[in-house]
């Protein structure tokens, strides 16, 4: 299943997004208390598709792939190295990334992002799909300036957390395994990064067991697993894609914030 947020006409609906991508059964309710469709069929022409989750928390983990420490001249981490996002980061499919006035150096980051369905504690990684809805596509947008000046001091908001700095979506796609899926990360039509879930050093099994050890994990909450290597720059006017197996494309114009 493929579950789908959207617009018509301003009113917001959840439904499941059939497989010739063009029509949209809509449903009752939402994904965490159940959803029953209407009978209404919606065009995709016809909608504003958004972020799956309105306004989730957001967890991160960085350098959780080989090849991105590798690039970044690290060590692989001793212990999962974590951040938030706010949820004010998050856009949906098509929203613009804005490019900060002040910014100087932003990086594109494409990552699998987990959807939890259910209140989480003290998982299991074994027991961890149980809690899981389904999974999307990410883009860990990153001012890497900012980033680098807060890390040096033992912190991570600015850098990471900026308006916009969150693309979502298009769909939560339930029933995969997150285990080998391939990851696709595009600027302008170029390839940037080419990777497979498969090479993540925390599994999402092991990345929700870790998370839910030390806190409560909430139905809507994301988990940004992690980007492989090729990350780098956009600037206003490009076009990012991020396209993950059995989930879709998600495609965000890069656009400068107005002075």
């Known amino acids: 299943m493929r579950i789908v947020r959207y617009a018509v006409d301003g009113v917001r609906h959840y439904g499941e997004l059939q497989s010739d991508d063009a029509r949209i059964v809509r449903c009752e309710g939402d ?8 009978g209404r069929i919606d065009d995709v022409g016809d909608v ?9 928390r957001i967890f991160g983990f960085a350098y959780n792939y080989a090849s991105h420490v590798g690039e970044t001249d690290r060590e692989i981490p001793e212990i999962p190295v974590c951040f938030m996002k706010p949820s004010t980061a998050v856009v949906g499919p098509g929203d613009a990334i804005v490019y900060p006035a002040h910014g100087e150096l932003i990086h594109f980051e ?7 369905g259910k209140e989480a504690r003290h998982v299991k990684p074994a027991e961890a799909h149980e809690y899981i809805l389904g999974l ?4 860990d947008v990153s001012d890497r300036i900012v980033q680098r000046r807060e890390s040096a001091f033992g912190t991570l908001l600015i850098g990471k957390g900026q308006d916009t700095f969150a693309p979502l979506g298009p769909v939560i796609a ?5 285990s080998g899926l ?8 170029t390839v940037v990064q080419s990777a497979s879930t498969a090479d993540l050093l925390l599994s999402v099994p092991d990345l929700v067991g870790y998370l839910s050890r030390h806190l409560t994990l909430l139905p809507g909450d994301v988990i940004m697993t ?3 290597s090729g990350v780098g720059p956009i600037h206003p006017g490009d ?3 991020v396209e993950i197996e059995g989930i879709g494309v998600l495609r965000n114009p890069v656009v400068a914030e107005a002075r």
């Open 182 to 189: 391939a990851l696709t990360t595009r600027v302008n039509g």
């Open 110 to 116: 494409g990552e699998l992002v987990v959807v939890i």
């Open 136 to 139: 999307t596509c990410g883009n």
């Open 174 to 178: 339930t029933g995969l395994d997150p």
């Open 31 to 38: 994904p965490f208390t159940g959803l029953s469709p209407t």
């Open 239 to 241: 076009e990012v894609e």
């Open 48 to 56: 504003r598709i958004l972020s799956p989750v309105e306004r989730p």
């Open 226 to 228: 992690g980007t492989p």
